[in-house]
């Protein structure tokens, strides 16, 4: 590894610790990056967890016609924390599934803590085996998983809005199968943010009319 991109993640874990110890710990909070262990049995097909700028999510949801009534669905929500910052925000519903269900506990106590668990649903879900995907029309992911589950969840996604002819937007932060979702040529690229902090970007597709 470069020593740029060492001191890079350096100081990445330094402002999550910062924000961990004096921001969210005596708030018995914990939306940090401190990894929870994952499942010995799922460590061969899933990402671990990290989470999202919360400053870059904002970024992110003001860019969003809320006139559409969108409803958020976060495909590995982790611990919650793109759910609580949606919650600033107009949304019809807002929904989290991960198949971690250490993550799934931690989010519902941080939801607790902050009065949202009415506001906001999440389970222990596979995205692979999810049925609802349906009754949204954001979807959110974070490098969730690999390409074969990123390729089966979209088509999922896509199967599921079909019928309904409804407008989708697909949010995807550091997009590292981005082709998966190009090839399919029913998306458009919306937006494309850049997070100065993590250095990561995020693009937002959105379908094509009559597709
Ligand atoms: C990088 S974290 C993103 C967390 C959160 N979305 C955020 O942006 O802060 C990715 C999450 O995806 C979850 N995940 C991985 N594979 C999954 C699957 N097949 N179904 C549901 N969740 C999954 C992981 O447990 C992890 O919490």
Redesign the pocket.
Known sequence: MKAKDLLYRWKRYAFFAFQYFFLEKPRGLD?TMRDLD?PEE?KK????????NERHLRNIFDRLPFMDNLSLL?????????LKEAARYPFDKIA?????FR?IERARINFKRLHLEERIWCEE????E?EDYGKYNVF??????GRE?METVIDKILASTYSRQKRVYLIY??PIFKDVIEKKEVFLLHHQLYDSLKQYETYIYITRTGW
Do not use: W
Not at 74 to 82: I, L, M, Y
Not at 140 to 145: H, S, V
């Open positions: 939306f994952i799922q097909f899933i990402h671990g967890y990290s989470k999202t976060d495909v590995g929500c982790g611990k919650g924390v793109v989290g599934i991960d198949i971690n993550l879900r596979n995205a692979l999810f959110f992911f974070f490098n969730p998983f589950i932060h550091n």
